[in-house]
């Protein structure tokens, strides 16, 4: 583990919104010297507490104006290895996250599609025909705020 000061949470912050900043934007942003701000964004990045940069994709700009979050359980877990329902569920393009997790589903999916036609068309073709799938539970998502965290 790695001992932030303020301004280590500072740079976090900001390249949390945009993480394609510049050392030298860094710096003016926080009142330090471009050197100092690219110093520690590598002292960061050494640490790994930064591992790369992302891109933020508008997925409704792109025509995918839904979301669903689908909780996913298991028909039968010693018949379907998890590997196989992870790399059949993986080759799905409209699923963009899969979560393996503890509690009443096995798996949490990010799901994304056209509209709400389009994923009852993902949801019967190529969901519910996964190796091992048993109970399915869908939330839609109605509106999404995003939140500094623990660094904010």
């Known amino acids: 583990m790695i001992d932030l000061d303020d301004i280590d949470r500072a740079i976090l912050r900001e390249l949390g ?15 330090i010297s471009q050197p100092a701000a690219w110093r520690r964004v590598r002292r960061l990045e050494e640490a790994r507490v930064l591992a790369g940069q992302r891109v ?15 909780g996913v359980k298991l028909a ?18 409209e699923v963009q996250v899969v979560q393996h997790v503890l509690g009443l589903f096995d798996y949490r999916l990010r799901v994304v ?35 500094p965290g623990p660094l904010g």
Do not use: Q
Request: hydrophobic fraction near 40%; charge should be positive.
């Open 76 to 93: 039968t877990k010693g018949r379907v290895s998890l590997e196989d329902f992870e790399r059949a569920v993986t080759a799905i393009p």
């Open 56 to 70: 933020e994709v508008d997925r409704e700009r792109l025509g995918f104006g839904v979301t669903v979050f689908l």
């Open 17 to 31: 919104g945009n993480g394609a900043l510049s050392a030298g934007e860094l710096g003016r942003r926080l009142g």
């Open 113 to 147: 599609a056209r509209d709400i036609a389009d994923f009852e068309r993902v949801l019967r073709r190529r969901i519910m025909t996964l190796p091992g799938v048993g109970n399915v539970e869908a939330n839609v998502l109605l509106t999404e705020e995003r939140r």
